[in-house]
Structure formats: structure tokens, C-alpha cells
């Protein structure tokens, strides 16, 4: 599988010509800047998660959760695509980003505090292709 990648160069304020190397620059003779926007290095081979940092995966939901008694606040950014759709999708959000189809951009939920500490391995279910059987689950395979 190719990974996209996308390195942008601009050269003083008329960058508008797109090179055949994938890069962006025009034909002044003027220096400017050079900026790498993205590279295959600047990914990696590493798989979408909600672990990610949020401005370099595009993440494009919010998840806000709340621990009532504890007052505490965790912000999780997800991307629908995986969350909603993807092999492990959650019916749950998969509901609320069809309700909030076209606006919206997150999701406040009041967990208990035992309910919250748990919540990470959810998303990691629902992100990431890894085996969560138990042993004594795969023992009766």
C-alpha cells in the first residue's frame, strides 16, 4: 500500500507551478522560503490512531469526556472514517456523525470515573488491528 505524501516548496509569493517531483515552486529568480509541508519520512509506515498528533493525522472529530465526581476532562481526537466506518466501527458514533452530518465537529460524554479510565482501549479497539482476544477466549478456538 502507497502513503500519500505531498512536499510543498514555495519560492517568494507566485508559487503556483506544480514540478513534476511533486513539489510546488515557481521560475523567479527570487530565493524565498522553502517549506516541506509533508514526506513519506515525516509519516512514517504508521497506522491511522486517534494517538496520533491531531495536526499532522487531519483528525476531524472531538471526543470531550467528563468524569462527573472527579472533574476531570480527557479530549481525544478520532477520524470519523475509522471510528464510524472502519472494520471496528462503533454503532454509537457512527449514529451521532450521521446526526451531525454537515456540522458539528464533536462529542461531550459524562462517563463514571471507572467507565473514562477504560475509554482509550475503546478507541484503541475501534482504531487499531490488533487482537484483543483474551487467552481463555482463544483457548475455545
Known amino acids: 500500500m502507497t502513503r500519500w505524501s505531498h512536499v510543498g516548496r514555495f519560492h517568494g ?6 514540478d513534476d517531483d511533486g513539489t510546488m515552486s ?15 519520512e515525516s509519516l512514517g509506515e504508521q497506522p491511522l490512531t486517534w ?3 491531531p495536526e499532522t493525522s487531519f483528525s476531524d472529530w472531538v471526543i470531550e469526556v467528563h468524569s462527573a ?12 472514517a475509522i471510528v464510524g466506518i472502519g472494520a471496528r466501527r462503533s454503532v454509537y458514533f457512527a449514529n451521532i456523525f450521521y446526526a451531525e452530518m454537515g456540522g458539528g465537529y464533536g462529542t461531550r460524554l459524562r462517563l463514571d470515573p ?14 487499531e488491528m ?10 475455545w478456538r
Open 51 to 53: 494517538r496520533m498528533d
Open 130 to 139: 490488533k487482537n484483543f482476544a483474551s487467552p481463555r477466549r482463544m483457548q
Open 69 to 80: 465526581p472527579l472533574h476531570e476532562h480527557h479530549t481525544y481526537h478520532v477520524h470519523r
Open 13 to 18: 509569493d507566485d508559487a503556483d507551478d506544480n
Open 114 to 127: 471507572e467507565s473514562r479510565k477504560y475509554f482509550p482501549a475503546l478507541l484503541d479497539y475501534c482504531t
Open 26 to 40: 515557481d521560475d523567479s529568480s527570487d530565493a524565498g522560503t522553502s517549506v516541506t509541508f509533508w514526506s513519506r
